[in-house]
């Protein structure tokens, strides 16, 4: 297992950093690049666990953070910097010949989702924790407009206790995509947190995501022919 921690240049004045990790066998299953949410950065708990779980099921994986966090600041970039990062990011790390998966936890799945509906050469998106909506608030304009356009294989990985997003309301987002698989996490929150009374860890719930992703990858994106980078 090699890992790497390089800069991405998104604009003349804007880097961020960006950490590849490669798997001892080659070629790669795939390449998977990670977004963490709005409050987290390079260090994100649950997209440093997905690195070291995809990594030794053969995937290389690729994790960033956007420029507010490079710069210390809370207040998240305007969407049109975030999309900008992201496809930067897929632009420098992109390897010939080999499937591309995008996706993240929260706001890093959601522009990721914007991405590849704006069609970004993708093969497919993980989306964990999606927010559909601010925080109990769903009388908000849901963020799902985009989603129509999203051509690809499209994972959706929620708690079912996410105030994000009702696995109802989940359900009737995700439907609009044509080739969208909906997981639901039984009992977690928006942070992948389960209740005490479940017997559950967070660590519990961040393996069964990463199984279900796997068997996903495995099925409805490694078996598929039509390779972004052949489009």
């Given at each position: 297992m090699d890992e790497e921690?390089?800069?991405?240049?998104?604009?003349?004045?804007?880097?961020?950093?960006?950490?590849?990790?490669?798997?001892?066998?080659?070629?790669?299953?795939?390449?998977?690049?990670?977004?963490?949410?709005?409050?987290?950065?390079?260090?994100?708990?649950?997209?440093s666990y997905l690195s070291q779980q995809l990594v030794l099921a053969g995937f290389a994986f690729v994790r960033f953070q956007f420029p507010y966090m490079e710069a210390g600041k809370r207040r998240p970039d305007q969407t049109s910097l975030l999309e900008e990062t992201?496809?930067?990011?897929?632009?420098?790390?992109?390897?010939?010949?080999?499937?591309?998966?995008?996706?993240?936890?929260?706001m890093g799945g959601r522009i990721a989702s914007h991405?590849?509906?704006?069609?970004?050469?993708?093969d497919a998106v993980a989306l964990f924790a999606y927010p559909l909506h601010p925080p109990g608030?769903?009388?908000?304009?849901?963020?799902?407009?985009?989603?129509?356009?999203?051509?690809?294989?499209?994972?959706?990985?929620?708690g079912t206790r996410d105030t994000f997003a009702t696995p109802e309301e989940l359900s009737a987002a995700a439907s609009t995509v044509s080739l969208a698989t909906v997981h639901p996490l039984e009992g977690a929150d928006h942070g992948f947190a389960a209740l005490k009374s479940s017997g559950r860890t967070k660590e519990d719930v961040w393996g069964?995501?990463?199984?279900?992703?796997?068997s996903w990858l495995e099925t409805e994106v490694l078996d598929r022919g039509d390779a972004a980078h052949l489009r």
């Open positions: 921690t390089f800069q991405v240049h998104v604009r003349p004045e804007t880097s961020v950093t960006a950490v590849r990790t490669m798997p001892d066998t080659e070629p790669a299953n795939g390449l998977f690049i990670y977004a963490p949410g709005a409050g987290s950065n390079i260090n994100d708990p649950f997209g992201w496809k930067q990011v897929i632009e420098t790390v992109k390897i010939a010949d080999i499937k591309l998966i995008i996706g993240g936890r929260s991405v590849a509906a704006q069609g970004a050469a993708v608030n769903p009388t908000t304009k849901s963020r799902d407009s985009h989603l129509p356009q999203i051509e690809t294989p499209a994972l959706f990985c929620s069964e995501a990463t199984g279900f992703l796997l």
